[in-house]
């Protein structure tokens, strides 16, 4: 049974960088069948996919065009987990983040409330 | 990118009725890659189905997808009282994966 566990501050400043890492338990962060996800929720947004990393041989990433030129995805495959950085952020990127596993997102982390305020 | 349209908004049912959820794509899915979650008040998405129609293990059999192309739909056969939650869909058919709006199932 797959179990994602975010950690990460709640509280980012105006112009901060915001950080999250979610751990993997119950499969491999570089597993040739497997996509991670980051995902934030809003209720001015709804549910927004940020965007995404998979090994095939070699890692990808793809990011959603509104965030592209912030985001970073990165796997650690020493500690089995991923993470996200978010440069720049505003109160418009207050929202509950999750990590979430696969195409269909068929595990979720527990979700990691972020404000963004002075 | 496409978007995700569900519908209606609000269904008010009782126990024991039969829910249908509609989510109607903006352009065709590329391979029926539709997936629902369930989602409850301070909780995070629950996965239900993917590929239109398989469920995931666990989820009851009242519990049901079907469609294709641009139209999908999710059943719940008879509600039972935890069934009563925000319902989403997803493509993850095409980049930038979406999600539609939600519709929310209340008593």
């Known amino acids: 049974q797959v179990q994602l566990q975010q950690s990460g501050p709640g509280l980012v400043k105006p112009s901060q960088t915001l950080s999250l890492t979610c751990a993997i338990s119950g499969d491999r962060v570089s597993s040739n069948s497997a996509a991670w996800s980051w995902i934030r929720q809003s209720p001015s947004r709804g549910l927004e996919w940020l965007g995404r990393?998979?090994?095939?041989?070699?890692?990808?990433?793809d990011y959603a065009v509104s965030v592209k030129s912030r985001i970073t995805i990165n796997p650690d495959t020493s500690k089995n987990q991923l993470s996200l950085q978010l440069n720049s952020v505003t109160p418009e990127d207050t929202a509950v983040y999750y990590c979430?596993?696969?195409?269909?997102?068929?595990?979720w982390g527990q979700g990691t409330l972020v404000t963004v305020s002075s | 990118e496409i978007v995700l349209t569900q519908s209606p908004g609000t269904l008010s049912l009782s126990p024991g009725e039969r829910a249908t959820l509609s989510c109607r794509a903006s352009?065709?899915?590329?391979?029926?890659?539709i997936a629902w979650h369930q989602q409850k008040p301070g909780q995070a998405p629950r996965f239900l189905m993917s590929?239109?129609?398989s469920r995931a293990t666990g989820i009851p059999d009242r519990f049901s997808g079907s469609g294709s192309g641009t139209d999908f739909t999710l059943t719940i056969s008879r509600l039972e009282p935890e069934d009563f939650a925000v319902y989403y869909c997803?493509?993850?058919?095409?980049?930038?994966?979406?999600f539609g709006q939600g519709t929310k199932l209340e008593i």
């Open positions: 352009q065709s899915v590329r391979n029926n890659n």
């Open positions: 590929g239109a129609s």
């Open positions: 979430a596993r696969g195409w269909g997102f068929d595990s």
């Open positions: 990393t998979f090994y095939r041989s070699e890692w990808y990433n």
């Open positions: 997803h493509q993850y058919g095409s980049i930038p994966y979406t």
